[in-house]
């Protein structure tokens, strides 16, 4: 893999995890062309034909729906704060492993299956 695709994947996979926190602030059109841009997979010309519009008007729609949602991030922190949480439950799930007490160990994994499942 390529630099130039792991930043892609990268790209593709933060723009998803935006829109699972943020869809609901964006426009029905930017959510339905990021569905089928990034999460489809689909390219702008497809989209555009699918749309019957230009693809530089699919394109403006996805750079403004980008727009939107890093804005939310940058004033909400939704994806941070999930994704410190998560490396909090991976660091309590290492504690737990680590202890000889299988109770207190089942418990303490139990608690943070259950915050996952929050």
Same mark, same amino acid.
């Given at each position: ?6 930043? %892609?994947?990268? #790209?593709? *996979? ?6 699972? &926190? =943020? ?5 029905? #059109?930017?959510? *339905? &062309?990021? @569905? =089928? =841009?990034?999460?489809?997979? =689909?390219?702008?010309?497809?989209? !555009? *034909?699918?749309?019957?519009?230009? +693809? ?6 996805? @750079? +403004?729906?980008?727009?939107?949602? /890093?804005?939310?991030?940058? #004033?909400? @922190?939704?994806? $941070? #704060?999930?994704? %410190? ?5 991976? @660091?309590?799930? $290492? !504690?737990? /492993? *680590?202890? !000889?007490?299988?109770?207190? +160990? /089942? /418990?303490?994994? %139990?608690?943070?299956?259950?915050? +996952?499942?929050?």
């Amino acid at each position: 893999m390529t630099v130039h695709e792991t930043d %892609a994947l990268a #790209k593709t *996979t933060r723009i998803n995890m935006l829109f699972d &926190f =943020y869809e609901q602030l964006l426009t029905e #059109k930017q959510q *339905t &062309f990021l @569905k =089928y =841009y990034f999460h489809d997979d =689909y390219s702008l010309g497809e989209i !555009a *034909t699918e749309f019957n519009i230009s +693809r530089q008007a699919v394109y403006e729609h996805v @750079k +403004r729906a980008e727009a939107v949602l /890093e804005n939310c991030e940058s #004033k909400l @922190k939704l994806l $941070a #704060k999930h994704e %410190a949480a998560e490396q909090w439950l991976q @660091k309590l799930d $290492a !504690a737990a /492993e *680590t202890l !000889a007490d299988g109770d207190l +160990r /089942e /418990e303490l994994m %139990a608690i943070a299956q259950g915050l +996952r499942n929050e």
